[in-house]
């Protein structure tokens, strides 16, 4: 069976983590793209197509529920999942309440991120299925065929 990758933004201000599970991501055949603030986030998710973000709760600048908040304004879509340390469970729980997908405890399980990346991204290939029959029935709605 043919995998198809599934492009994630992986958002942290720690580099060195980034660089790391950036490289683990794509050796299982995920396109991954790094950013290291909110706003350089924001600026990819404009530019490139994004399935799921992968996004730390507390970054310097714009942290991630306020970059969660643009995402789901500017981006409903893209599916994000929470990475938070230990003590911010709370703000995870509150990110999923904005809309986030899930979230994950650092240092994260990569069999359980591979698994919730999964759904993430089939979660986000319904929706946008959904939405294409959708708009079809509208279509031919508009044009009297139903």
């Given amino acids: 069976m043919i995998k198809i990758p599934t492009r994630v933004l992986l958002v942290d201000d720690e580099v060195d983590f980034v660089e790391?599970?950036?490289?683990?991501?794509?050796?299982?055949?995920?396109k991954v793209t790094p950013a290291h603030s909110g706003r350089e986030c924001l600026d990819i998710l404009g530019q490139k197509v994004i399935d799921v973000v992968i996004l730390d709760i507390r970054m310097p600048g714009m942290d991630?529920?306020?970059?969660?908040?643009?995402?789901?304004?500017?981006?409903?879509?893209?599916?994000?999942?929470m990475l938070t340390g230990h003590g911010t469970t709370e703000t995870a729980v509150e990110g999923m309440k904005l809309g986030a997908f899930d979230y994950l405890m650092k240092p994260a399980d990569f069999d359980e991120l591979l698994?919730?990346?999964e759904i993430a991204r089939k979660r986000k290939d319904e929706q946008e299925e959904r939405i294409r029959k959708a708009e079809a029935r509208l279509l031919?709605?508009?044009s009297g065929d139903i």
Avoid: A, C, D, Y
């Avoid at 599970?21 to 055949?29: A, D, K, P, Q, Y």
């Avoid at 969660?68 to 599916?79: A, G, M, N, S, T």
């Fill in 140 to 142: 031919l709605r508009k």
């Fill in 64 to 81: 991630g529920i306020e970059t969660l908040r643009e995402i789901k304004k500017r981006f409903p879509l893209v599916e994000v999942m």
């Fill in 20 to 30: 790391m599970l950036s490289l683990r991501l794509n050796e299982v055949g995920e």
């Fill in 115 to 117: 698994l919730k990346l």
